[in-house]
């Protein structure tokens, strides 16, 4: 079972580039999650989804957006990265919200130069 | 405001029992989460309290005090592999509808032979 599939796992970026992250889950989750990690600090939300099609900020939303254009598909996009946003990056996935588990992906550590 | 604080370390010995707490102040409160994660690894749902008691799942147990405003996580039977951050989260209730999870901090837990 693949649950939930990150891409990329590793990437390094100048200041200034864009990319975007791409998370799959296979479980017919109707909510997703991005978040961001960083050395001695918990999970921080960045945006979330409800359902296909739909798309909302968390508590760190700026400097990235997000797409939900297919049920199976949470995509993280930084459009001009910033050194700030060197971390590693979570995607997760619930059936619903609220107490629901999240299943998490294996993460991508970005680099930010 | 809201906090939720949880201790930074703990150190236990193989076979032992250890409690890691979770204390919060907030407003909107929902229930309570925790999560393991490995070094460098995806976090893991263990549990998850809605309402006040103590939910069993095999070696860990989790409990719930909303009166208290405190709950814990308590690890049996310790392993070796149980060396990992632990986190708490408390659901809250968000703008709208909507219900946001707050993640802790982490609490490292070392175990030793």
């Keep these: 079972n693949a649950g939930v599939t990150q891409t990329p796992k590793f990437r390094v970026l100048k200041t200034g580039q864009s990319m975007t992250l791409l998370c799959a889950q296979d479980m017919n989750h109707e909510y997703m999650y991005w978040y961001r990690q960083d050395p001695g ?18 508590e760190v939303p700026d400097g990235y957006n997000v797409s939900r254009l297919k049920k199976q598909n949470f995509l993280l996009g930084l459009e001009s990265a910033a050194p700030s946003q060197t971390s590693v990056y979570f995607c997760a996935s619930s059936y619903r919200g609220g107490l629901q588990p999240q299943h998490f992906g294996d993460g991508t550590r970005l680099s930010i130069l | 405001g809201q906090s939720l604080e949880q201790p ?9 029992i250890v409690q890691i707490n979770c204390t919060y102040q907030t407003s909107g409160f929902y229930g309570l989460s925790w999560y393991q994660q ?4 995806a976090p893991t749902f263990l549990s998850y309290n809605a309402l006040d008691g103590l939910e069993e799942t095999g070696r860990f147990s989790s409990f719930l005090s909303r009166s208290d405003s405190y709950g814990y996580l308590l690890l049996q039977e310790l392993q070796m592999k149980d060396s990992a951050s632990y986190f708490c989260a408390v659901l809250l209730r968000g703008i709208g509808n909507n219900r946001k999870l707050i993640w802790g901090l982490g609490t490292s837990l070392a175990v030793n032979p």
């Design chain 1, 41 to 58: 600090m918990g999970l921080r939300l960045i945006h979330y989804s409800v359902g296909e099609g739909t798309t909302a900020k968390g």
């Design chain 2, 8 to 16: 930074s370390e703990v150190t236990a010995v193989e076979g032992a």
């Design chain 2, 38 to 41: 490995h070094d460098g690894g």
